[in-house]
Structures are given as structure tokens and as C-alpha cells.
């Protein structure tokens, strides 16, 4: 469905994304993990149209789109729910889940809007409230579901635990196999890799605007220096450890 060839990406004259190499399958859960500052959002910006690239291509679903302008973009499948929510504040949660599926006819916006409310109830409830009054964890369902309402086929999510505590992570994260059971290809990006990993088919670790590292999720899970650069892990430690390591870095 996507796939990411020798892509080049700079701010100013400061290169950050170096030759990045990279595919997803239509129907797979996939996860970019990796430090602060490794390139991850970047990438998932340069894919979505909002980060111009250098050099390289983007093909989705077999069309070349890396000189598409992002609407054009998302009307092609592709949606993103970006690092730190950027929810519409003053909105209400009904206008910025308008706003979400503003390309679709009126129809379709209220089929999707009640699959939505379905999905995440608390939405439902709170739909005649500023979106800027939802708790993190109800801001992030109102990101998600602002980008459901394009009905994507690829959904991007930008490090979507950021701020929230781990029982919220875990409910985000349960989502996902739901979302790919109703036909949506998911690439995730996401500091925190246990959680990652845990729920995706295979997955690619970058740093420094590289990729170096790829394969089943399970493997990389348990590649030693995975786990000791990103999980916090020796090679012993058990799942127990690593759920433990997981949570510690959240509360932190």
C-alpha cells in the first residue's frame, strides 16, 4: 500500500530524513520506534504533504504522490492524527469531527460520525462541548476520530501515548486491531516501543534520520539491543520487566 524510497528531508540546510527505505502492506499494523529527535515525525510529515522533501518517493497504492499537496493526499486515503492532538480548541467535538470529514458528502460525514460515537462513546457525550475542555486521553479519541471521518485507508498516528497515563495508552492501542479489522492499514509512530511493538506485525527503528533496524515486531522485540536502547531491558528480562519498564517511563 505505501512504500518509502531513498527519501530525503531537510529544515533549512540541515538534512534529517537520510535515504529513508521502507514499505507497509495493505491490512498491517506497522511501527516506526525510536528516541527523540531520531526523524519519526518528520517522516510521517513528509508522507502525509505537510514536510517538503529533498529526494526520494512516496507510491501509495501504486500512484507516486511525494509532489501531491496534502488534501490531495488525504483524498487518496491517507490521514494522519498528528503529534500533540492539534485539536481545534474553541470547537465544539462535533465541529471538529465536521471538519474531519469536510471532502465527504453529507451522507457519508453521518455514517462515519455514527461509527465514530460508536467507537468512542465518550464523544458522543460530550459532543456540544469545546474540544479544548476534553480531558488528554478524550482529546486524543477526538484526534482519531477527526481523522476517521476521511474514512482513510492508511491512517498515520504521531506518537499517540504522548501525555497520557498507561491505562489511557492501553486503551489507545487496543484501538488499532479494531481499526485494522475494519479494513484501515495503520503506521504508527512511537517513542514508547514496548507498547508499540506489542500490538504491530512488524516494525522499523530509526535514529538520527535513519533506518536501522526492520523486521517482525515480535523479533525486534526480543533483539537484545532493541531492548537495551529502547526498552530499557537486558536480554533476560522477562514480559513482566518490560511492562513494568514500559509503565515507569510513562509515569515518569
Do not use: C
Request: without cysteine; hydrophobic residues 45%; neutral net charge.
Amino acid at each position: 500500500m505505501l512504500k518509502v524510497e531513498n527519501l530525503s528531508s531537510n529544515y533549512g540546510r540541515i538534512e534529517v530524513l537520510h535515504q529513508i527505505n521502507f514499505a507497509v502492506s495493505a491490512g498491517e499494523i506497522v511501527t516506526i520506534v525510536g528516541s527523540n529527535g531520531a526523524g519519526k515525525t518528520t517522516l510521517l510529515r513528509a508522507i502525509s504533504g505537510v514536510q517538503p522533501i529533498g529526494a526520494g518517493s512516496i507510491t501509495l497504492n501504486g500512484e507516486r504522490i511525494e509532489r501531491l499537496p496534502a488534501h490531495r493526499r488525504l483524498q487518496r486515503g491517507l490521514a494522519q492524527v498528528p503529534e500533540g492532538r492539534h485539536i481545534f480548541a474553541p470547537l465544539s467535538v462535533a465541529d471538529n469531527l465536521a471538519l474531519g470529514g469536510w471532502l465527504r458528502s453529507a451522507t457519508q460525514r453521518r455514517e462515519t460520525l455514527t461509527q465514530v460515537y460508536d467507537m468512542f462513546p465518550v464523544l458522543a457525550e460530550k459532543r456540544a462541548i469545546s474540544a479544548g475542555l476534553l480531558s488528554g486521553g478524550q482529546q486524543q479519541m477526538l484526534a482519531i476520530g477527526r481523522a476517521l471521518m476521511s474514512s482513510p485507508k492508511l491512517l498515520l498516528l504521531d506518537e499517540p501515548s504522548m501525555g497520557l497515563a498507561p491505562i489511557l495508552v492501553d486503551q489507545i492501542f487496543a484501538l488499532l486491531p479494531r481499526l485494522r479489522s475494519q479494513g484501515i492499514t495503520i503506521l504508527v509512530v512511537e517513542q514508547s516501543a514496548y507498547a508499540a511493538l506489542a500490538i504491530a506485525d512488524r516494525g522499523y527503528v530509526m535514529e538520527t534520520g535513519r533506518v536501522i533496524a526492520s523486521g517482525p515486531a515480535a523479533d525486534l522485540l526480543n533483539d537484545p539491543q532493541v531492548r537495551s536502547a529502547y526498552l530499557g531491558l537486558t536480554s533476560a528480562a522477562s514480559p513482566h520487566e518490560a511492562r513494568h519498564a514500559y509503565e515507569s517511563s510513562h509515569e515518569s
